[in-house]
């Protein structure tokens, strides 16, 4: 009969009180049949981190800071996202002042006034009107290609205020009207016409200034488009805007040479 447990026994009879080797199933004194819910239960600990046991320490010890924070966190949240939304919300507007794309024009030929009073020997006064500009860009503009995919471009007008012209482009994003403009003040400084951009906007959503100097490049088809315009105005005198229309003074065309 055995007398001394094994050393590594760890398993009492509940008959005997023989401690068992912990593999057996029967008493090795006994014969009894053990109960293997008596074994010791071995809890395997992963080691915890440092930085984890303080955070769960200081929530233990001050848990109103966890709830803080959270809020915090989920205010941060809620105001972005309702930011982004607005902004998205605005640019889709249309901005005021849009007109009737179905307006009949004036009639005016803009282009030929304009060279004949360039070619005058004597410098001379012409003046349009936001209506006579419009229905110019209207005809210069409306076989212009389009380069990104789904994005068509549709019209650009221009809203003409005392020192400003409001220059806006007109898209349809996948059949959406989107709208981007942008403001210029224009002057002829030592002989050249230069402008200087003074505001913007896309769809109502106002730009600074100095943004919109770095979104300019969504007028650059346009531009390309108007580049012998452009370098017509570098051969003015004066540049005046008014409210709904525009005062040029031409230099006047050099004699030729003899």
């Known amino acids: 009969m055995p007398t001394n447990p094994s050393p590594t026994a760890n398993l009492p009879c509940e008959q005997c009180?023989?401690?068992n080797e912990p593999e057996r199933v029967y008493c090795h004194n006994c014969g009894s049949k053990l109960d293997r819910s008596l074994l010791p239960k071995t809890e395997e600990k992963k080691q915890e981190a440092p930085e984890q046991a303080r955070k769960r320490i200081e929530k233990m010890t001050n848990p109103q800071t966890?709830?803080?924070w959270r809020e915090v966190m989920m205010l941060f949240?809620?105001?972005?996202?309702?930011a982004v939304v607005a902004v998205l919300y605005l640019i889709a507007r249309a901005p005021d002042g849009v007109p009737d794309a179905k307006k009949m024009g004036t009639g005016r030929l803009?282009?030929?006034d304009m060279m004949e009073a360039l070619e005058s020997p004597m410098a001379r006064s012409i003046s349009f009107t936001e209506d006579d500009v419009n229905e110019f860009l209207k005809r210069a503009l409306k076989a212009r290609e389009n380069a990104v995919p789904g994005v068509e471009f549709t019209r650009a007008f221009v809203s003409l205020r005392p020192g400003v012209m409001k220059f806006t482009s007109e898209n349809s994003v996948w059949g959406y009207p989107v709208f981007a403009g942008v403001d210029y003040a224009m002057e002829v400084k030592d002989g050249k016409f230069v402008t200087t951009i003074v505001g913007g906007n896309f769809g109502r959503l106002a730009i600074d200034p100095q943004l919109m100097r770095y979104a300019d490049f969504v007028f650059q088809g346009i531009w390309t488009s108007l580049d012998r315009e452009r370098k017509q105005m570098d051969k003015l005198s004066s540049v005046k805007i008014e409210n709904q229309h525009i005062d040029l003074v031409t230099k006047g065309a050099a004699a030729p040479p003899k």
């Open 17 to 19: 009180g023989y401690l």
């Open 66 to 68: 966890g709830w803080f």
């Open 77 to 82: 949240k809620v105001v972005f996202w309702s």
């Open 110 to 112: 803009v282009s030929s």
